[in-house]
């Protein structure tokens, strides 16, 4: 079965400070994706990536920056973060129209609960 | 842009009756893809279903089944026989052909399953 490892479970920052969020897979997915999750929102598109190198904005990327140094790893950075940025982050990985199309998913991590004060 | 669009915010239900979630999408696209997702109360979110929009048979899967209505842009989610475990949100997604890595969900319902 698909891995997707988020690190850490659990962050409380401070305003105005950086906080990265990580996240590894062992799929060999090409794809990459990062997601908040918010009470009258649901799933919200932050960054996401189509291989190492690449990452492309999302609907809400706006006080954030990602980061994909290789296949396996796609990192959420907030430079600044602010108390509107205290949310669930998901991290997802997939494969869209790639090997194995028909069984196109994304496979989710386990959400980073991130809290700024 | 892609949109996608769940009017229903919560949904209760007897144990054994059928559900139906609702989903509308926006998108230009003549192929598309659509899906749908499960989170259960621990916060894991898993794959449940896809149609794919050049696909005039609706999606079947376990107890799970899709209503694909194209000319309404409409996706919904049948549930039959529901079980208490099928408590849960479910969202509604869709992928475009023309951009092709860039997945967005709905806002997600939340069904209660009652015995």
């Known amino acids: 079965e698909a891995a997707v490892t988020q690190s850490p479970r659990n962050k409380v920052a401070v305003t105005g400070g950086k906080v990265t969020l990580s996240c590894n897979q062992t799929?060999?997915?090409?794809?990459m994706y990062w997601y908040r999750q918010d009470t009258g929102h649901g799933l919200r598109l932050i960054h996401y990536s189509y291989g190492a190198g690449s990452t492309e904005k999302g609907d809400i990327p706006d006080g954030y920056k990602a980061s994909r140094p290789s296949q396996e790893n796609f990192s959420l950075i907030l430079e600044l973060a602010t108390p509107s940025q205290t949310s669930v982050y998901f991290c997802?990985?997939?494969?869209?129209?790639?090997?194995?199309?028909?069984?196109?998913?994304?496979?989710f991590g386990h959400g980073t609960k991130l809290s700024v004060l | 842009a892609q949109k996608v669009t769940q009017t229903q915010t919560s949904i209760s239900v007897m144990e054994k009756t059928t559900v139906t979630m609702d989903c509308v999408y926006e998108t230009q696209d003549s192929s598309y893809f659509l899906f749908w997702y499960k989170q259960t109360a621990s916060g894991e979110i898993v794959f449940l279903i896809r149609?794919?929009?050049?696909?005039?048979e609706n999606a079947t899967v376990g107890h799970y089944s899709l209503n694909f209505q194209k000319p309404k842009s409409s996706i919904g989610l049948i549930i039959t026989a529901t079980q208490i475990e099928d408590s849960a949100v479910y969202f509604c997604a869709m992928r475009e052909s023309s951009n092709t890595d860039k997945v967005v969900f709905g806002t997600g319902t939340r069904l209660q399953v009652s015995p």
């Open positions: 799929n060999n997915h090409n794809n």
């Open positions: 997802a990985s997939g494969d869209p129209g790639g090997e194995g199309f028909s069984n196109e998913r994304l496979f």
């Open positions: 149609q794919d929009s050049y696909k005039k």
